[in-house]
């Protein structure tokens, strides 16, 4: 593994880590005089989705791997650390939960004994990471309130001056959701909601309601989009109430949150739908309230912040900020001017938060420039040689380069998995980890969801999108640095509507990512190439994985690849055709030329095949093969056929 910078930090840098391993996204990030040098998720190494499971009975299994991936990146040691951050407070958490629900679990969360020993194991942290890193680093040692963590994760790396800020997740200590104010290297709360008054547990328990785990919230989303928001609507608000006075409260007697019961769920909304069970009418209605109650009190708590702070901009963070259909609401018809929405707004998050909390509010520090992208993981120098990927079948990729192959790979219909330098932080793939196609064919949402990552047919895809095409085809009125992260639905235009189905949501919206040349250029270099084939200046990106985290490593992908049957990998400068050398399939001998055809080895006869139509051809001689070639391409320009007659000597030769 390489560390992914050259950076080396000079001797009197102020070097600061943020961890957090308090529930879940287990994470570490690593700044350098406010300069963010490393930060990544635990689960990308560890291959356990989320780092872990959210207990309180392991806060101490803490980001072994990230951690060491962020020292090594900066080139230091435990003992060039100046301070480190924890996101969480011990005592507070102890202090605030107990008492609080009518029913609990016994030992677990809300009862004195589960509490207890989420303290007791929380107070092991400094020892234990002493340990691991081999030094006493316990005097260096900071915990930090989660929610500041979140704030701190979001202003001090935004493009503002001052702003307000608002942290909407689960819990903190405990805390649900923060509302404050930055200034410069400062942030103060104005008003705090605690538990059992949360939005983000309000999703958790629907969507295990709705059958989709504690982790469903993505898919509750997606089937929003089909529902009648009318029907549920005031079964919610019989539990869950807000205005614009920067309250909210949720019913801990009908949510039952500390309890596996439904029975008052059940009373307002029918039976619990069972993970197996078919998923109706009914079930889309109730996803499609829940997601207008979480718009409408989202609203609320912004005018009030709005009121409150009289700032013009706003800083958004939590898990609940993940939410792009919220989110692409507020930006746009939201009381602000301009929100900026930090990229890993979930827990991950919060170990940036931690840095940055102590480098500008408790160093006192000036902030740097803004995060303008999330490139911030390891990179390979394997993804540029043949290991692990000796043996695989390379594709040359001809001339006009790695971009323009892949992009006449996408819009001729193939899948291409897209696996690039420095790994994203945060749940979205914005290009370096990705899995892309033509988002002009319907028929390959239903290719990707089922047969690659089996996933439900109703989640929608993102696109990503030429920064200066994203106006020509979404409707993106007001300005948001965080599109550029993936984190706002917006509206197709309705001239475009229809043309590139696979990224539509059925409610005429995508989930966009504007991909600018300075912070992604090989990424914007490809989909450039792909307008230039088809006029559409914006690819189909799927996180690349399959029902696992995203992948990290070159070996990851190759498993993934082979495991979803993907057939395309793109790795650092090099092509993969993972069906090459299978039977039923000859060896690919030339892939380069305008038409994006294949010429492979015939598996029997000795001939030609194109790999897209599957045909073979006998052959006798290039110019026969050229011949026989274009019977079926149809009409080739004067170019067309020079480039084809190219490819095909090649493969001649090789054969
Ligand atoms: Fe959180």
């Given at each position: 593994?390489?560390?992914?910078?050259?950076?080396?930090?000079r001797p009197e840098a102020i070097l600061v880590l943020g961890l957090n391993s308090a529930y879940h996204e287990s994470s570490a990030c690593l700044i350098c005089n406010g300069r963010v040098v490393a930060a990544a998720e635990e689960e990308r190494f560890n291959r356990v989705r989320h780092g872990k499971r959210a207990t309180l009975t392991n806060p101490h299994e803490l980001p072994v791997q990230a951690i060491r991936?962020?020292?090594?990146?900066?080139?230091?040691?435990?003992?060039?650390?100046?301070?480190?951050?924890?996101?969480?407070?011990?005592?507070?958490?102890?202090?605030?939960?107990?008492?609080?629900?009518?029913?609990?679990?016994?030992?677990?969360a809300g009862t004195a004994e589960g509490?207890?020993?989420?303290?007791?194991?929380?107070?092991?942290i400094p020892q234990r990471l002493s340990s691991l890193l081999g030094e006493d680093v316990s005097r260096k040692f900071r915990w930090i309130d989660h929610h500041l963590c979140h704030a701190a994760s979001v202003f001090f790396v935004s493009p503002f001056d001052e702003a307000a800020v608002l942290s909407v997740d689960g819990i903190g200590e405990s805390t649900s959701t923060w509302m404050g104010i930055g200034r410069g290297n400062h942030i103060e709360a104005c008003r705090e909601i605690r538990y059992p008054n949360s939005l983000g547990f309000l999703w958790t328990k629907l969507s295990r309601f709705l059958g989709f785990g504690p982790y469903g919230q993505w898919k509750v989303m997606g089937l929003a989009g089909y529902g009648d928001s009318d029907r549920y609507y005031q079964a919610f608000r019989k539990f869950v109430d807000y205005d614009n006075s920067g309250g909210f409260a949720v019913d801990s007697r009908t949510l039952q949150y500390r309890v596996d019961k439904y029975d008052a769920l059940e009373r307002l909304f029918g039976p619990r739908r069972a993970p197996e069970d078919h998923i109706d009418g009914r079930h889309e209605d109730i996803a499609a309230a829940l997601q207008r109650v979480t718009n409408e009190a989202l609203f609320s708590?912004?005018?009030?912040?709005?009121?409150?702070?009289?700032?013009?901009?706003?800083?958004?963070?939590?898990?609940?900020?993940?939410?792009?259909v919220a989110n692409g609401l507020l930006v746009d018809q939201g009381p602000f001017d301009e929100v900026f929405i930090q990229p890993a707004a979930n827990d991950a998050g919060t170990a940036l938060g931690a840095c940055f909390y102590l480098w500008n509010q408790v160093l006192g520090n000036h902030r740097a420039a803004a995060l303008d992208h999330v490139y911030l993981g390891p990179e390979f120098a394997e993804a540029s040689s043949d290991e692990p990927l000796c043996g695989e079948g390379f594709v040359p990729v001809g001339a006009d380069g790695l971009e323009s192959a892949v992009a006449r790979l996408i819009a001729r219909g193939e899948v291409v998995a897209w696996f690039q330098g420095r790994m994203e932080f945060g749940p979205r793939a914005l290009g370096n980890r990705s899995i892309l196609a033509d988002p002009r064919r319907a028929e390959i949402v239903h290719c990707i969801n089922d047969r690659i990552k089996h996933r439900e047919y109703f989640r929608p895809?993102?696109?990503?999108?030429?920064?200066?095409?994203?106006?020509?085809?979404?409707?993106?009125?007001?300005?948001?640095?965080?599109?550029?992260?993936?984190?706002?639905?917006?509206?197709?235009?309705?001239?475009?509507?229809?043309?590139?189905?696979?990224?539509?949501?059925?409610d005429g919206t995508c989930r966009l990512q504007r991909v600018c040349r300075d912070t992604n250029p090989r990424y914007h270099r490809l989909i450039s190439e792909f307008k230039r084939l088809t006029g559409v200046p914006l690819v189909l990106n799927t996180s690349f994985n399959d029902s696992e985290p995203i992948i990290c490593r070159p070996r990851d992908a190759v498993n993934t690849c082979r495991k979803a049957g993907i057939r395309y990998l793109a790795v650092g400068d090099r092509l993969v055709d993972f069906q090459a050398g299978r039977p039923g399939f000859g060896k690919t001998l030339a892939y380069s030329n305008p038409v994006g055809t294949e010429v492979r080895r015939g598996q029997d006869d000795g001939g030609l095949a194109l790999a897209d139509s599957n045909t073979s051809t006998a052959v006798e001689s290039p110019e026969v093969t050229v011949s026989a070639l274009e019977r079926i391409l149809g009409h080739l320009t004067d170019a067309e056929r020079a480039a084809l007659q190219q490819s095909v000597k090649i493969a001649f030769r090789s054969r």
């Open positions: 593994m390489e560390s992914g910078t050259t950076f080396r930090p991936y962020c020292l090594e990146a900066a080139g230091i040691t435990a003992a060039d650390l100046d301070l480190i951050g924890y996101s969480i407070s011990p005592d507070k958490r102890l202090a605030f939960n107990v008492g609080l629900d009518e029913e609990t679990t016994p030992g677990l509490e207890g020993l989420f303290h007791r194991l929380l107070l092991l708590l912004a005018a009030f912040l709005k009121e409150r702070t009289g700032m013009k901009r706003l800083c958004l963070a939590g898990g609940v900020a993940l939410n792009c895809f993102a696109a990503s999108v030429l920064d200066e095409y994203a106006s020509a085809w979404f409707e993106v009125g007001r300005p948001c640095p965080s599109d550029a992260f993936m984190l706002c639905a917006r509206k197709v235009r309705q001239d475009r509507l229809g043309s590139i189905p696979a990224v539509t949501h059925v």
